[in-house]
T-cell receptor
Framework: DTEVTQTPKHLVMGMTNKKSLKCEQH?????MYWYKQKAKKPPELMFV???????INESVPSRFSPECPNSSLLNLHLHALQPEDSALYLC????????????????FGPGTRLTVL | AQKVTQAQTEISVVEKEDVTLDCVYE???????LFWYKQPPSGELVFLIR??????QNEISGRYSWNFQKSTSSFNFTITASQVVDSAVYFC???????????FGTGTRLTVIP
């Protein structure tokens, strides 16, 4: 099973709402990622969890709050977002890059298309 | 510092033509990985290939082939006999060894016209 699933597919929220994005993988990967992708731009890394611990936070505003409840699940909690946060949010997973022989390719989910009104 | 340049923003070809997507990278690391991903209109990024920096062998997978040349810091991707289903944005990416973050190029939008 080489699949990363994300829910919901689409989300529309107001600036005062609180919502969560969910991501799940069953490939036994121990690294999980959140990316943000604006239209016609490449994905930008937001967070990396390695062995359920936050290892990278790319200076993301605190209105985005990641959570990794277990090795298969990754959440992104959203609160008080701005219209400029509207984007495609992609989740990915991989084996952690511990050595040169470990597999690093990241497998991506279909994304959640978020619109903030 | 890591940098990936995909100079071709958009390419259009007629079905069955061959097309090459260029990728040039910069890194100070001696060991690293290079990747190509495909992003169709549905949005999901599909992994195509991973290359280790010490392995300069060209690779062919069906209609896809990749040419890795360390001397020119390039990792180009060729689609032979293109098909409409190849229409997508293609991203080249770089990762240093032992790290988890991918540095993406800006992508090349390929349109295959029937």
């Amino acid at each position: 099973d080489t699949e990363v699933t994300q829910t919901p597919k689409h989300l529309v929220m107001g600036m005062t709402n609180k919502k969560s994005l969910k991501c799940e993988q069953h490939m036994g990967h121990r690294a999980m990622y959140w990316y943000k992708q604006k239209a016609k731009k490449p994905p930008e890394l937001m967070f990396v969890y390695s062995y359920e611990k936050l290892s990278i936070n790319e200076s993301v505003p605190s209105r985005f709050s990641p959570e990794c409840p277990n090795s298969s699940l990754l959440n992104l909690h959203l609160h008080a977002l701005q219209p400029e946060d509207s984007a495609l949010y992609l989740c990915a997973s991989s084996q952690p890059g511990l050595s040169f022989t470990s597999y690093n390719e990241q497998f991506f989910g279909p994304g959640t298309r978020l619109t903030v009104l | 510092a890591q940098k990936v340049t995909q100079a071709q923003t958009e390419i259009s070809v007629v079905e069955k033509e061959d097309v090459t997507l260029d990728c040039v990278y910069e890194t100070r690391d001696t060991t690293y990985y290079l990747f190509w991903y495909k992003q169709p209109p549905s949005g999901e990024l599909v992994f195509l290939i991973r290359r280790n920096s010490f392995d300069e062998q060209n690779e062919i997978s069906g209609r896809y082939s990749w040419n890795f040349q360390k001397s020119t810091s390039s990792f180009n991707f060729t689609i032979t006999a293109s098909q409409v289903v190849d229409s997508a944005v293609y991203f080249c990416a770089l990762m240093k060894t032992g790290a988890n973050n991918l540095f993406f190029g800006t992508g090349t939008r390929l349109t295959v016209i029937p």
